[in-house]
C-alpha cells in the first residue's frame, strides 16, 4: 500500500517547445501499483507559455489532484501577453484562459482594448486586426497562413529530430514593416545552454529582412534580451 505525501517549494521545473514554469506545493500519493491516486494541490509560482511565437506570462497555474482512486487532475491557467498592432500602432494585452480537467478542457482568449475572437486570432497570427489585414495584400496573407499549416508540423519535426539544439521552429504569417504586407515569416529559437537562446527572425519572401537577438534567462519570467 502507498501513503507517500510529496511537498516541492518551486523546486520542480518544466521547460520545453510549450511551457516554461516553476512549480511547488504539495500533494500525497495513496493506493497500491494498480489503483494509484493522488490528492493535494500544485501551483505555479511563476512561467510562460509559448504561443505563435509569443510568450504569455502565467498570471495563475492552479492543479488540483482530486481522487485518491485514480489520477485526475483539475486545473486553471490564466496567462497574458501585450501586442501591438503593427499597421494602427495600438497595444493590446491578451488573456488566455484554460480550465476544465486534461481530458475535457475549455480555452478562451480576450483582449483589452475589446476585440472579437477572430480579430485576436488575426493579431496573434499576423500581429494584425482582420480591418487592417484586408487594408494590406490579403493573398499574401491567406497564402502565409497556408504555409504555416500545411508546412510546419512536418519541417519542425525533421528538424528537431535531426538538430537536438532547436528548440522550437515556426513558419507564421506575420506583418513586415519593409513592406507594409503580411507575408510568411521564419522563427527559429535555439538553446545554447539553459539560460541562454538565440532567437531568430527571417521574412521567407523579401531577403534581407531578418533579426536576430540573445535571450538570458535569469528565471521563467525574467529574461535579458540583446
Do not use: C
Request: aromatic letters at 10%; zero cysteines.
Amino acid at each position: 500500500t502507498i501513503d507517500l505525501t510529496i511537498s516541492a517549494n518551486d523546486t520542480v521545473n518544466i521547460d520545453n517547445n510549450l511551457i516554461k514554469a516553476s512549480l511547488g506545493g504539495k500533494f500525497k500519493l495513496v493506493g497500491d501499483a494498480e489503483n494509484l491516486g493522488a490528492v493535494g494541490d500544485i501551483r505555479v509560482t511563476e512561467g510562460l507559455v509559448f504561443f505563435r511565437g509569443h510568450n504569455f506570462d502565467i498570471t495563475k497555474g492552479n492543479f488540483k489532484l482530486v481522487s485518491p482512486n485514480e489520477i485526475q487532475v483539475l486545473f486553471e491557467v490564466l496567462a497574458q501577453t501585450e501586442i501591438e498592432e503593427k499597421v494602427e500602432k495600438i497595444p493590446y494585452t491578451i488573456y488566455f484562459n484554460a480550465t476544465g480537467s486534461v481530458d475535457n478542457f475549455t480555452t478562451t482568449l480576450t483582449s483589452d482594448p475589446f476585440l472579437d475572437d477572430p480579430d485576436i486570432l488575426t493579431l496573434i497570427e499576423v500581429g494584425v486586426t482582420q480591418k487592417s489585414a484586408e487594408s494590406t495584400d490579403v493573398g499574401k496573407w491567406e497564402a502565409a497562413s497556408v504555409i504555416s499549416g500545411s508546412a510546419q508540423e512536418f519541417i519542425e519535426s525533421e528538424l528537431s529530430s535531426r538538430l537536438k539544439f532547436i528548440k522550437t521552429f515556426q513558419i507564421v504569417p506575420s506583418y513586415s514593416d519593409v513592406s507594409e504586407s503580411v507575408q510568411p515569416f521564419l522563427l527559429i529559437t535555439s538553446k545554447l545552454t539553459d539560460e541562454v537562446s538565440v532567437n531568430y527572425r527571417a521574412s521567407l519572401e523579401k531577403i534581407g529582412e531578418q533579426s536576430a537577438d540573445l535571450e538570458y534567462s535569469f528565471t521563467p519570467k525574467l529574461s535579458f534580451l540583446a
